[in-house]
């Protein structure tokens, strides 16, 4: 009786944008995932929504909006494509560059040791600290 008032307090707390993700989660809007995933491109598409990344790795946290424009622009040299589509969530290079790069300007540790250092890295280890978050309020380009 007493987890049954717990559960409908949790479910009663949860936000309209929780309980849908919960939903989700268990199965129950299978049916409907495709307007699920059209109403969530359309937002980021419009500029409405950002999806940005953050890297919670060690004492290494990085944000996509608070790498400095020299960081920026040595991403950019070592992957060869603009610092706004550094993704690393989907791509080991990008995580790896990101990692090594915050790694120098951040810890002061020589670029060969921040080499190494990444390369010790378990991919589990890395995926798990790189999450996505939206940004409810992105610059206008």
């Known amino acids: 009786m007493a987890e049954t008032r717990a559960r409908k307090a949790r479910a009663a707390a949860m936000t309209p944008a929780q309980r849908a993700a919960s939903a989700i989660r268990k199965g129950e809007c299978d049916a409907d995932l495709a307007d ?49 589509e550094v993704n ?5 290079e990008h995580a790896a560059a990101l990692i090594r790069v915050c790694l120098v300007s951040r ?13 010790g890295y378990p991919v589990k280890r890395v995926v ?14």
């Open 36 to 84: 699920v995933l059209n109403a969530l491109m359309e937002r980021v598409s419009t500029g409405e929504v950002a999806l940005r990344w953050r890297l919670d790795l060690d004492d290494l946290h990085v944000t996509e909006e608070d790498l400095t424009l020299g960081e920026a622009d040595m991403l950019e040299r070592l992957l060869g494509c603009t610092w706004g």
């Open 128 to 141: 798990d600290a790189i999450t996505q978050y939206a940004e409810t309020d992105p610059p206008k380009a």
């Open 88 to 92: 690393p969530l989907k791509s080991a």
């Open 107 to 119: 810890t002061g540790i020589t670029t060969e040791e921040a080499s190494d250092l990444t390369k």
